[in-house]
């Protein structure tokens, strides 16, 4: 049930945006958090500050033409939602995936807002992307692909405005191509445009490994709150992308062990230990599938097509590849097989019925916005290197990044405690993130 304030609230977001079934999803989340702190402090429900927190400050949707290797014309659609710019300029990824929609756009925008905030770093929230397909695409439609969508995005970015990185199917080659448009464009080497950068040309240590590797920090820290570690554990990744792999990574190294990962076509189940170099040489240079990682594995590994990894029996569970993959009916398996720790690389990879089951099961459940906020604070450090025409080496990065991650931990839990909820690091998550946003709002006045 929402509280009563905030009832006219969601019905308005409803009618506003019709049809963007994943935006009401993540606003009916925060919004399901926010009625303890209107009660405690009902100055936040002031001057349509919520109503205000909903609604980006600007969206953008454009046409993306470009020209296929057989010579024909493609038409996508592009899209970038600059959210909400509080706290600072407009940042967050773009996503290369056919599903996306306004609707995709919104949500993540919104999540990302307050995963932002979380950070503690000076960066507000947006989120773009378009419905183009890179799958089965040659490197050559690729580059055109993002030449253009550029060409039109380029006037809505800068240092100071609104900084992109990499989501779904958008990774370095990707942000390669639009760094190299923007530039011969602006005619401005600004490094800081865009993130997630090559090291030889303004990017920084640890962006690429930085979310699944705070994801796997986050959740370490959950489960030492119950006196349990990564060491010996089994562990289950859904996904094999930038966060699928970096989470694996860092899981082996505090001494887990990764039986199962996925992509879209089917799960592979590997009780050795999924084979990191192997899975990387596959993802990562040859931009195959898993099914290809379970043929080449010598020592043994089932391919399951169609199948659902979420009926894999595993300690922890990390759902790394895309929003509502994991449904009630998972959560309820996981909990049948003693799950201890959920922790959401992926941005709303859970269903609201799947969290609700985890947290009423006692499962220490890390929400993506807090989990996988990794990825944009090391953002956030890139764009610091850049302002200062610095560079850092991998360690004192990935110290930065550790010590982020159990800031955000630390905060959401003691939000959590101090609005009678302990360990629900959701409510914990929503109200520390919005507070910071809602702070800075009441002081511009009406904006
Ligand atoms: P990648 O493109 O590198 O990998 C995505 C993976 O998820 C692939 O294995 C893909 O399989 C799978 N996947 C994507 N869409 C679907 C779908 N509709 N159904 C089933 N599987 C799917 O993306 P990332 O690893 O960067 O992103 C994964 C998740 O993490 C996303 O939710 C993203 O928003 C989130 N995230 C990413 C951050 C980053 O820094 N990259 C930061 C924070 C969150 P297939 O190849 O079959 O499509
Ligand atoms: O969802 C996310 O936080 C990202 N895709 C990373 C955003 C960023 O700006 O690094």
């Given at each position: 049930?929402?509280?009563?304030?905030?009832?006219?609230?969601?019905?308005?977001?409803?009618?506003?945006?019709?049809?963007?079934?994943?935006?009401?999803?993540?606003?009916?989340?925060?919004?399901?958090?926010?009625?303890?702190?209107?009660?405690?402090?009902?100055?936040?429900?002031?001057?349509?500050?919520?109503?205000?927190?909903?609604?980006?400050?600007?969206?953008?949707?454009?046409?993306?033409?470009?020209?296929?290797?057989?010579?024909?014309?493609?038409?996508?659609?592009?899209?970038?939602?600059?959210?909400?710019?509080?706290?600072?300029?407009?940042?967050?990824?773009?996503?290369?995936?056919?599903?996306?929609?306004?609707?995709?756009?919104?949500?993540?925008?919104?999540?990302?807002?307050?995963?932002?905030?979380?950070?503690?770093?000076?960066?507000?929230?947006?989120?773009?992307?378009?419905?183009?397909?890179?799958?089965?695409?040659?490197?050559?439609?690729?580059?055109?692909?993002?030449?253009?969508?550029?060409?039109?995005?380029?006037?809505?970015?800068?240092?100071?405005?609104?900084?992109?990185?990499?989501?779904?199917?958008?990774?370095?080659?990707?942000?390669?191509?639009?760094?190299?448009?923007?530039?011969?464009?602006?005619?401005?080497?600004?490094?800081?445009?865009?993130?997630?950068?090559?090291?030889?040309?303004?990017?920084?240590?640890?962006?690429?490994?930085?979310?699944?590797?705070?994801?796997v920090?986050?959740?370490e820290?959950?489960?030492?709150?119950?006196?349990?570690?990564f060491d010996?554990?089994?562990?289950?990744?859904?996904?094999?992308?930038?966060?699928?792999?970096?989470?694996?990574?860092k899981v082996?190294e505090l001494g887990g062990?990764?039986?199962?990962?996925?992509?879209?076509?089917?799960?592979?189940?590997?009780?050795?230990?999924?084979?990191?170099?192997?899975?990387?040489?596959?993802?990562?240079?040859?931009?195959?599938?898993?099914?290809?990682?379970?043929?080449?594995?010598?020592?043994?590994?089932?391919?399951?097509?169609?199948?659902?990894?979420?009926?894999?029996?595993?300690?922890?569970?990390?759902?790394?590849?895309?929003?509502?993959?994991?449904?009630?009916?998972?959560?309820?398996?996981?909990?049948?097989?003693?799950?201890?720790?959920?922790?959401?690389?992926?941005?709303?990879?859970?269903?609201?019925?799947?969290?609700?089951?985890?947290?009423?099961?006692?499962?220490?459940?890390?929400?993506?916005?807090?989990?996988?906020?990794?990825?944009?604070?090391?953002?956030?450090?890139?764009?610091?290197?850049?302002?200062?025409?610095?560079?850092?080496?991998?360690?004192?990065?990935?110290?930065?990044?550790?010590?982020?991650?159990?800031?955000?931990?630390?905060?959401?839990?003691?939000?959590?405690?101090?609005?009678?909820?302990?360990?629900?690091?959701?409510?914990?998550?929503?109200?520390?993130?919005?507070?910071?946003?809602?702070?800075?709002?009441?002081?511009?006045?009406?904006?």
């Open positions: 049930m929402l509280d009563e304030k905030l009832e006219p609230i969601f019905a308005d977001v409803l009618r506003r945006n019709p049809g963007e079934e994943e935006f009401h999803q993540a606003v009916r989340e925060v919004l399901d958090s926010l009625g303890a702190v209107i009660a405690k402090h009902p100055h936040y429900a002031e001057d349509a500050l919520i109503e205000r927190i909903c609604e980006p400050e600007r969206q953008i949707i454009f046409r993306v033409p470009w020209v296929d290797d057989r010579g024909h014309v493609q038409i996508n659609r592009g899209f970038r939602v600059q959210f909400n710019s509080a706290l600072g300029p407009f940042k967050g990824g773009l996503r290369f995936h056919p599903t996306v929609y306004l609707g995709t756009v919104k949500f993540l925008g919104f999540e990302q807002v307050f995963k932002n905030a979380l950070t503690g770093m000076p960066i507000g929230g947006g989120k773009g992307g378009s419905d183009f397909d890179p799958k089965g695409r040659s490197t050559g439609e690729v580059m055109r692909f993002c030449q253009s969508f550029m060409t039109e995005l380029s006037r809505h970015l800068g240092e100071y405005t609104d900084v992109p990185a990499g989501d779904i199917g958008v990774g370095q080659r990707e942000i390669g191509y639009m760094f190299g448009q923007y530039k011969r464009m602006s005619n401005r080497y600004e490094s800081g445009v865009l993130t997630g950068k090559g090291l030889a040309w303004g990017g920084s240590r640890v962006r690429t490994e930085a979310t699944g590797y705070g994801a920090y986050f959740v820290r959950m489960l030492g709150t119950r006196g349990q570690s010996g554990k089994k562990v289950i990744v859904s996904g094999a992308g930038n966060v699928a792999i970096y989470t694996i990574e082996a062990k990764v039986v199962a990962c996925s992509d879209s076509n089917g799960y592979v189940l590997d009780e050795a230990g999924i084979d990191l170099d192997l899975l990387k040489e596959i993802k990562e240079k040859r931009r195959g599938r898993v099914e290809d990682y379970a043929k080449q594995r010598r020592a043994g590994a089932t391919y399951v097509p169609g199948g659902c990894i979420w009926d894999v029996p595993a300690d922890i569970a990390m759902p790394s590849a895309t929003q509502n993959e994991l449904t009630g009916r998972d959560a309820r398996t996981l909990v049948k097989n003693k799950v201890l720790a959920v922790g959401e690389g992926a941005n709303m990879p859970c269903t609201p019925e799947a969290v609700r089951l985890f947290l009423e099961a006692g499962v220490l459940f890390g929400p993506g916005k807090a989990t996988n906020a990794g990825g944009v604070a090391t953002s956030a450090l890139e764009m610091q290197q850049n302002a200062s025409r610095d560079s850092w080496t991998f360690e004192a990065t990935e110290e930065r990044l550790a010590g982020i991650m159990n800031g955000i931990h630390d905060r959401c839990a003691e939000v959590a405690d101090e609005y009678g909820s302990p360990g629900n690091y959701v409510l914990g998550a929503n109200i520390a993130g919005f507070i910071r946003v809602a702070e800075a709002m009441r002081a511009f006045g009406v904006v």
